[in-house]
């Protein structure tokens, strides 16, 4: 399978205890995106990756949250001191830097509950 | 505040019906995204329209991109209970986000 993995699927914790996403791309894609879906709402964006580089944040990512992509392949989303708020999917998403379109391909998601 | 609107949000219809769900926004988008998703699982493409005007078919399933690339349509026809899921419309306007609908809802009942 060579599209978006997320691991884990599925995350149960307490609040105030700390998680770790992790999101592994299409092997050629250069830009990598995460995003958080609450029930009945669509994705909403939460920041974006070319290559290594952080380049964009939205006003959701609050310094509980911070998002890493080392070596300019898979990514980890660390959120700090859980909240029951942040209980939501986690959808980490890629694109290729060739083409025309802003196509961007989704994993599978990461559910997390905060009890 | 969703830049996108979808309507209906949910919709119910027998097997075999045909059935049209809408994007609306008052942004231009250099591109639009349709996807479906299902319970507990992330969004599949359906398909990329970029040209105002475009029509796109993928076999039952017709993508309409707004002359203006402001607003889409997906039209189902004889629709199977397969096409039962979430219909996300997402646009891209350039500064690398998505700004995702909430999603119109597709029930079909065999």
């Given at each position: 399978d060579t599209g978006v993995s997320q691991d884990p699927r599925h995350k149960i914790t307490k609040r105030g205890q700390n998680v770790t996403f992790r999101c592994d791309p299409i092997?050629?894609?250069?830009r990598l995106y995460w995003y958080r879906q609450t029930l009945g709402q669509g994705p909403e964006f939460l920041t974006y990756f070319q290559n290594e580089a952080q380049l964009e944040k939205s006003r959701?990512?609050?310094?509980r949250f911070s998002a890493e992509r080392p070596k300019g392949s898979f990514s980890t989303l660390e959120i700090q001191r859980t909240e029951q708020g942040d209980s939501a999917m986690y959808l980490c998403a890629s694109r290729g830097s060739s083409g025309v379109t802003d196509t961007q391909y989704f994993g599978p998601g990461t559910r997390l509950t905060v009890l | 505040t969703q830049l996108l609107e979808q309507s209906p949000q949910f919709l119910s219809i027998q097997e075999g019906e045909n059935l049209t769900v809408y994007c609306n926004s008052s942004s231009v988008f250099s591109s639009l995204q349709w996807y479906r998703q299902e319970p507990g699982e992330g969004p599949v493409l359906l398909v990329t329209v970029v040209t105002g005007g475009e029509v796109k078919k993928l076999k039952r399933l017709t993508f309409q991109f707004g002359d203006a690339r402001k607003d889409s349509s997906l039209h189902i026809t004889a629709a199977q209970p397969g096409d039962t899921g979430l219909y996300l419309c997402a646009g891209a306007g350039g500064n690398n986000r998505l700004a995702f609908g909430k999603g119109n809802q597709v029930v079909v009942i065999p």
């Open positions: 092997s050629e894609h250069n959701l990512l609050s310094d | -």
